[in-house]
């Protein structure tokens, strides 16, 4: 006589509770279950074999999530009872369709039962059956819907339907279960971009923050919109022509942004931080550089996508060139600015700095009375010759030469005159 046990199941009918049977042996280790067999191993029968295998075959094919027919088997015993062999699955994990990649939906066998599956043990699954290229697994969430990636395609005139999705990567083999891919380019992508806008150089003290969330698609347009109201645009009259000196380059921003979006690591979770001073704006994404990769590398044009799929998705829609010409192409724009871009990395972050070119100069060349008294204006938002005299101790002719000299720098301007006068970054 059998008895349950992990390998073995006995069902006196088809409900569907078999199914949760099936996916627990295919996402473990395999067992047979025995329909028409009541919890004491007696063989009681079925009523309409025909029927009731129909009904399973049919079943297992409509209910499950990927196809598990290949790996079960059926054989008739005493034409009265069905018994369902099951094999490990080769594309674990498997699900219920109408619950999806979720513990309501995943179960696997632990001892003589069908248990759900933690989204610890679902997430190792899909890592051992897909790999470890995060785009390419398969998305924890199947409920995604994109119309931001609709509206986004459209803009840059590029078709974008059901049929396309397979060959942009956002479908697995099957064709049937979102990847990573499509969840970044959902309107539920659980990523998000931060920009921060400090008053201080030591980005300490808050004016403003946006966090932008839904498709990178989406967060790539609200982000860049938001970084362009925070590029002020200062103008001067030369001649009859006003001459416009933006803090930051348009296109510098643009690649930048880019940049953090389509190499950042996105199997940790987090946001892309961008923060904003008077000085400069620091672009830091997750994830350091690829193993073989240095910083001398990136600065030169070599590149390695982490993120391949949606690399090529930003290249179809014509947003990247081709990999690595962004970090050259922000060098060339900074190349005559006396403070150039700086780019630093560690095991788990990558950051760009983008000087503002209104406020560039070289640091080396200024004094410790110099920074001292841009501290101050950038804390307070400007300074009196008084300030300045109580700040550094110093008299009246001293501060006269130290400003004079900081504004032959490019480092303050004076606004106002006589008991009105005040100077400012």
Known sequence: MIFESENTEFKRQATDEIYKEIIAFANTDGGTIYIGIDDQGNAVGLEDVDDTYTRITNGIRDAILPDVTLFVRFALQENRVIKVEVSEGAFKPYYLKSKGLKPSGV?????????????????????????????????????????????????????????????????????????????????????????AVFSDSSNTKFKDSKEFRGSVLRQMEDAFSYLMLCNQNPAELVGLRRVEHPDYPEEALREALLNAIVHRDYSFSGSIIINVNELETEFISIGGLLPGLSTEDIRSGISQPRNQYLAEIFHRLHLIESYGTGIRRIYHLYKDCPVQPRI??????????????????NTSEITPQEQRIIDFITENGSATDTDIQQLLQIKPTRTFAIIKQMREKGLVKQEGRGAGKRYLL
């Open 107 to 195: 179960f696997i066998r632990h001892g003589a039962s069908a248990v759900p599956a933690s989204f610890g043990q679902i997430r190792k699954m899909i890592k051992d059956s897909d790999g470890d290229v995060f785009e390419k697994m398969r998305s924890l969430n199947q409920d995604l819907s994109f119309e931001s990636a609709k509206a986004a395609f459209s803009k840059y005139g590029v078709e974008f339907s059901e049929t396309k999705y397979r060959t942009l990567g956002m479908t697995d083999a099957s064709g049937v279960t979102y990847t990573n891919l499509a969840l970044l380019l959902s309107d539920q992508c659980e990523h998000t971009t931060k920009i």
């Open 344 to 361: 630093e990395v560690t095991p788990n972050a990558f950051k760009i700095v983008l000087p503002n070119l209104n406020r560039a100069v």
